[in-house]
């Protein structure tokens, strides 16, 4: 790990000026993936703003009837929080099936949007990525890719996003709430928030240099059966193949969202609409997609895991 400096922060406003101000700054809070990342020099940060004491650490209600989950929050406070675990099953079955018990009392909600993808090549600083290294090339194209994606991708990057939180979030249309280093804030769609990789995957989200997240706000509860299902290489502490976080009414229609395929969580207004019929809205998940030999399989695979879920909503 390389030297670096340290300062604590006692505001949202404050903590966004200090990383924007300082070249190759960085937010630390729980610090379960950039830990990691500088350990192994992916990251080498030269200066760490500390955001743990900035009160952010609340579930409040909204005035629309929603709630705002403050971006200190730990994963495992949120999963166990009596108005996510009624309102929002999805979200605390998500942030359940991610990681382990040790991570999720440190890992927070605004961090978690954050993580950066678990591609072998980007963690392996001796293999051309353009992600870690913009121009370098992607070593994943290729090479090895059984977990990589299939939609969404460019020939600079095959990279997912790794993480089944924000799947959840982005079938709850939740917004993510910012603060700039000039004071000023705004609110990002999720649908927005996170960025398809192009010809910079290297950017990976909306977010302006210095800007942090305070909060993610959801919207009033959507009512329906709430259901994730993860598919992966063993039962814990693995990332998905193919994740699908479901909201479906007492009719069958609904909503999906999928993880593990993309850039970013997966959601397409044409698969929504094509519910209950599991095919027509697995084709639309998938359309347009370009799988390597290694991951094709995750295609049908999207269809079987929805299809698992549409069974379980039934039930």
């Not at 924007?20 to 809070?29: E, L, M």
């Not at 961090?111 to 353009?130: E, H, I, K, S, V």
Request: overall charge positive; glycine content about 8%.
């Amino acid at each position: 790990m390389k030297a670096f400096t340290y300062e604590r922060a006692a505001s949202p406003a404050e903590a966004a000026k200090a990383v924007a101000s300082t070249r190759n700054a960085k937010f630390v809070a729980g610090g379960t993936n950039l830990i990691d990342l500088m350990k192994l020099e992916v990251e080498a940060p030269t200066h760490l703003v500390d955001v743990n004491g900035l009160g952010l650490d609340e579930i409040t209600p909204t005035e629309d009837g929603g709630l705002r989950i403050g971006a200190l929050v730990r994963n495992t406070d949120c999963a166990a929080d009596e108005r996510v675990r009624r309102d929002y099953a999805v979200l605390t079955r998500a942030i359940v099936a991610g990681a382990s018990g040790q991570l999720r009392n440190k890992a927070t909600t605004g961090g978690n949007l954050l993580q950066r993808t678990r591609c072998p090549y980007f963690y392996d600083t001796n293999q051309a990525c353009n992600k870690r290294r913009p121009g370098s090339g992607c070593a994943a194209i290729g090479g090895a890719s059984r977990q990589l994606g299939i939609v969404g991708v460019s020939d600079k990057c095959i990279a997912t996003y790794p993480g089944d939180m924000a799947v959840a979030l982005r079938v709850l249309d939740a917004v993510v709430e910012t603060v700039k280093p000039d004071g000023t804030s705004r609110a990002i769609p999720f649908a927005d928030f996170h960025r398809l990789w192009g010809d910079t995957p290297e950017v990976e989200t909306a977010l302006e240099p210095g800007e942090f997240i305070t909060a993610v706000t959801l919207p009033k509860p959507l009512g329906g059966k709430h259901l994730y299902h993860k598919v992966r290489d063993r039962r814990s502490y693995a990332f998905a193949l193919v994740s699908i976080a479901a909201v479906v009414q007492p009719d069958r229609t609904g909503r999906v969202a999928v993880g593990g395929i993309a850039p970013k969580p997966w959601r397409v207004a044409a698969a929504d609409a094509a519910l209950p019929d599991v095919a027509a809205a697995a084709r639309a998940l998938t359309a347009g997609a370009t799988p390597t030999e290694d991951n094709k399989f995750k295609i049908a695979l999207v269809e079987r895991t929805l299809a698992g879920v549409m069974a379980e909503a039934r039930s």
